[in-house]
């Protein structure tokens, strides 16, 4: 790590407020350069102490950056990681308050219930499989707390990996009984599609975020516990979206989740 404590519960606080009081900010690697990915996560980490210490819940875990050619984009091999808070959660078919957030952005994603702990380094898709108690249609809002989404690897990791709400709706279904990488997805904003794609778009199967994320948090001496929730990643680019609007996806086989922008 190159950041003292100090400074890294600086910069969860900096962070953090700026979710809470939707402004944006400029990426902070433009003040710490030689911020490493120890330190990143340790400001996630710290944004999560401070949500905890407030009486929040963790309600479950993310995976972000996982398609293919996004990856490549952003010159990384793996996702990047962060939690879900229970203030994050819109109720299905419920209102999210736009003035609440910066710029956001609602990305379709297949969402994973475990039932028993996943552990890793070495975990595999059919681990994850056989530890899913059922999968469901999420759509997440993520909201980045810099500036025109301009950001890097680190500073996005540090922000939660831009995470600030989702819902999940639909019908759960045993993971087993159907093809993840060929569930097709439609998203409409206002009736009209704007997004499509499949589950194959994470990571070749969307099984293979969650191996990831245990993978990820094993190299930590953590583990992923049974019941948690987790937003394997979005399947087809994120589309803006403003008060007035209304979202819904239709996901294979799982039915359809929605949310409105008041
Ligand atoms: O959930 C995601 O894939 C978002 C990760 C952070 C990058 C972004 O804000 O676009
Ligand atoms: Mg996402």
Known sequence: MSLDTATIEALAAHLEDCE???????????????????????????????????????????????????????????????????????PDAGQCRHAELIHPKAEPEIVFVTKAPLAGPGCTISEVLAATDFVLPGIEIIDSRYRDFKFDLKSVVADNCSSSRFVVGGIPRDPRALDLRTTGVVMEKNGQVVALGAGAAVLGHPANAVAMLANHLGLRGETIPAGTLILSGGLTEAVSVQAGDHVMLHMQGMGCTSLAFV
């Open 20 to 90: 809470q009081q939707a402004h944006d900010t400029l990426k902070i690697t433009l003040d710490h350069p030689d911020m490493d990915w120890a330190d990143a996560y340790a400001v996630q980490e710290g944004i999560r102490r401070r949500k905890m210490a407030r009486g929040a819940r963790i309600v479950g875990l993310k995976a972000g950056l996982t398609s293919f050619a996004k990856m490549r984009q952003m010159g990384i091999e793996t996702p990047i990681f962060g939690f879900l808070a229970d203030s994050f959660a819109v």
